[in-house]
């Protein structure tokens, strides 16, 4: 029974809970075992609370026992994790630097608040490279996190540990976050469901960011639509947070179907080598869709280079988190991945013109690029990344070469089909979408028009319902 309950849906474990047929114990037993078996090989956690977990999970059986069904939460019961850059009450919050090691918040973020008022029960927090600021999830404080489809390889990043986790049976929702691709890439290369939903959909408490959103990575999309449903609303500390969505995001995905959807394809955005296996397995699940009644149009969309606009968004955020963690704000000795120092030095040297072009007229033609593909379309799609998850890269950050080419700059070229959507502040997901001939999985990116979460949702789990590709299980589990 253990190992049916960690591979089963969060939506069905929580209907089981409610209906007295899965005791909450029972569950968080499960889970917290099924960590303990692959965390040696994953290394996906930094902190693990069994004790508080089991202490929700036998409050939440004493709330099943005594209170009316109508009366308990969505997500009662349910094991989640939630990403070391997102704070937790009580429970260390590191943001993946030695400098916070020993950081304990007395607050939860917007979000996490509400998952565990939605019943939800923290299992660990997961692993991060420092605030997040890298697409591999690996940093000083503590190492390097493995892929469970091959532990050599990256698990992708920044939301690396929630992607490996979910992939594992660790949790049926994992909660990350995502600027450029952050969820994206590591379900991607973990074979998993990430939301990247609209900004303003999952309120953040920090003013006006456009770009940054927090999220779900789920072993399936009702799962996704799920934790939407419990996390999105407007909140008084987000100037950008959207009103209430009429309806339910869940609802969308049952019984959801592709047949008459209109989807504009481009394989690279015209700026991204891409790995040939990877194109043939996309095409295989274009094909999918074709033969489940959708239209696939193969377009061009005309978008800036992502390499020079990441530099000049991003680097300023580089020097300015990792100054933080000294109190002069110069680096010395503190531990960092190369990569991130050299970006550090980007940013500290940006002009304050570039950063506002940055910020503004290249925004802006990324969102006339992608809104000249929707004309006439419901949807744009792609792959998630123009490559697999790749063995494990040390100093480079990523991979050197795609089809034997060289990549400009190894750290930012697999975001290349990621970044440019946050920036349009368009909602997106990645499904597993197939596999490659090593048995790697392939992630399929979903792009919805502005605010149109439930459309991707919704397209999400009608391609779902036609592949068995989410139901597949990693050799480490």
Known sequence: MSDEIVWMPGYELAARIRDRDLSPVEVAQAVLAQLEKVEPSLNAFVTVVPELALEEARRAEKAVISLPVDKLPKLHGVPMTVKDLSETAGVRTTYGAVAYKDHVP??????????????????????????????????ALTGITNNPWAVTHTSGGSSGGAAASVAAGVAPFAWGSDGGGSIRVPAACCGVVGLKASPGRIPLG??????????????????????????????????????????????????????????????????????????????????????????????????????????????????????????????????????MRELAEIGKNLTALGAYRAATETKSQILDGFLSALEGHDLVISPTMPVTAFPHPGPEAGPTHVNGIPVRRPMLDFHRLTEPPSHASLPAITVNCGFTAEGLPVGLQIIGPLRADAAVLAAAAGFEAITTWSQRRPPLS
């Open 106 to 139: 007395d607050h939860d973020d917007i979000g996490v608040g509400r998952l565990r008022a939605a019943g939800a029960v923290l299992i660990g927090k997961t692993t991060t490279p420092e605030h997040g600021m890298l697409g591999i999830t690996e940093s």
């Open 206 to 339: 920090r003013g006006f960011d456009l770009v940054g959103v927090v999220g779900p990575l789920t072993r399936n999309v009702r799962d996704a639509a799920l934790l939407l449903d419990v996390t999105a609303g407007p909140h008084a500390r987000d100037a950008i947070s959207l009103p209430p969505y009429p309806g339910s995001f869940e609802a969308v995905t049952i019984g959801a179907s592709v047949a008459g959807l209109r989807f504009a394809y481009s394989p690279d955005f015209g700026t991204a080598e891409v790995d040939r296996e990877v194109l043939a397995v996309v095409a295989a699940a274009l094909r999918d869709l074709e033969g489940a009644g959708a239209h696939v149009d193969v377009v061009d969309i005309d978008l800036p280079d992502p390499i020079d606009f990441f530099e000049q968004f991003w680097a300023p955020a580089f020097a300015a988190h990792l100054a933080e963690q000294t109190p002069d704000g110069a680096l010395g000795d503190t531990p960092l991945h190369p990569v």
